[in-house]
């Protein structure tokens, strides 16, 4: 695709509207506490679903959420780290997936369906990989704010939920890279077999990271220089969709792995940056875990799913929708004649 001119000339003003965000609605939220502890039920006792619809409500700015409008964005990227041995999968099963998006033919396709979503797949400039981190950085700053905007701009305002999801051969090798350099520990500890490598390839990911953890050491101080030095185009565009989220008043389901640590550095650079997101589901990645701990996001769905495309993400808008029927449509201990403790 051709990107559209970025809304930030330089990382320092990409910096600068990651530490202005919007808060959400105190009114809002509370305005669903009080109609859950009216309803026809213990207080408390649809456990997460109650404080799913006041999640809602507070980042919808509504006392009463709607979900009319629900959207999954599916980012694709190619990545030169592949040169390194990383996947299981050579990395033209990118644009062949992507077509297959386009086709209807993949597991995505099914579940925005199911889940009444829209669909919308981006690749990236497929045909121009990523540098090879082992080598030099990822993406230059213009490159990387070029990949920030695309996703940046490709969130509407009328959303009333948005899932993220993504599509790159090799880019677990990139999520494990940047928690790594985000949270520390090295490479082993957020390693994991990504598409399905053997031993061998563990081995090749694992000292890939290492490699790149060492040739960038300078930019691990800053969470913005890490994702332009150890990510790709597609987890660009998800930290600038999920920054244009917050801005705009539009939850956020993040997906696995790859979109969490995509995510991550505007948790790194604001205290509350992830505050308007859900962790949709844990993924059987290994670091995936670890990283929603390290973020404090507790995970809605554990299913043992590890292939993204915004897979999980999909699958947990039916849990939403469920905590938004029960929070409009119960009704209330006096409406219904039912008494009270």
């Given at each position: ?5 970025s809304?930030f000339?330089s990382?320092?003003e990409?910096r ?7 808060a959400?609605s ?14 026809t039920?213990?207080?408390g006792?649809?456990?997460r ?6 999640w ?7 006392d009463?959420?709607?979900l009319?409008r629900?959207?999954?964005?599916v ?7 592949t040169?390194?041995?990383?996947s ?7 644009v062949q997936?992507v077509?297959?998006f386009?086709g ?12 009444g979503a ?20 990822a993406?230059?700053?213009e490159a990387?704010?070029?990949?920030v905007?695309?996703?940046y701009g490709?969130?509407?305002k009328?959303l ?8 790159g051969?090799?880019?677990t090798?990139?999520a494990?890279?940047i928690?790594a ?7 082993e ?24 953890l ?5 930019a691990?101080?800053d969470?913005?220089m890490v994702?332009?030095?150890l990510?790709g185009?597609?987890?660009a565009?998800i930290?600038?969709?999920?920054l244009a989220a917050?801005q705009?008043g ?7 792995f790859?979109?969490?640590a995509a995510?991550?550095p505007l948790?790194r650079?604001?205290p ?6 859900i962790?949709?589901?844990v993924?059987a990645e290994?670091g ?5 701990e ?5 995970p809605?769905l ?16 039916n849990v939403?929708?469920s905590?938004?029927?029960c929070?409009a ?13």
């Amino acid at each position: 695709m051709s990107f559209k001119s970025s809304p930030f000339k330089s990382l320092d003003e990409l910096r600068a509207a990651c530490l202005d965000l919007p808060a959400g609605s105190d009114a809002a939220a509370n305005a669903v506490a009080r109609r859950q502890d009216t309803l026809t039920k213990p207080q408390g006792s649809l456990g997460r679903l109650e404080t799913i619809a006041a999640w809602l409500a507070r980042w919808q700015g509504r006392d009463m959420p709607k979900l009319d409008r629900v959207k999954v964005f599916v980012f694709a990227g190619n990545h030169g780290v592949t040169a390194q041995g990383v996947s299981a999968y050579p990395s033209e099963v990118t644009v062949q997936m992507v077509a297959n998006f386009a086709g209807g033919g993949a597991a995505i396709n099914q579940l925005a369906r199911i889940a009444g979503a829209e669909l919308d797949v981006i690749p990236l400039d497929l045909d121009h990989p990523t540098g090879d981190f082992t080598q030099g950085p990822a993406m230059d700053d213009e490159a990387f704010l070029a990949a920030v905007s695309a996703g940046y701009g490709a969130v509407p305002k009328d959303l009333d939920l948005v899932c993220f999801g993504e599509m790159g051969i090799g880019n677990t090798t990139l999520a494990a890279a940047i928690s790594a350099a985000l949270f520390g520990g090295g490479a082993e500890k957020w390693t994991g077999r990504g598409t399905g490598v053997d031993d061998a390839g563990l081995v090749r990911k694992i000292t890939a990271i290492e490699a790149g953890l060492k040739r960038h050491t300078e930019a691990l101080a800053d969470p913005l220089m890490v994702a332009a030095a150890l990510g790709g185009r597609e987890l660009a565009a998800i930290f600038g969709a999920t920054l244009a989220a917050r801005q705009l008043g539009v939850p956020v389901l993040l997906d696995g792995f790859v979109c969490t640590a995509a995510a991550a550095p505007l948790a790194r650079l604001h205290p509350t940056g992830l505050a308007h997101t859900i962790a949709a589901h844990v993924s059987a990645e290994s670091g995936h875990r670890r990283l929603l701990e390290a973020l404090d996001l507790p995970p809605l769905l554990d299913l043992g799913m590890r292939l993204g495309e915004g897979s999980g993400a999909c699958l947990a808008v039916n849990v939403v929708r469920s905590a938004l029927e029960c929070h409009a449509r119960m009704a209330s201990f006096a409406e219904a004649g039912v008494s009270e403790k």
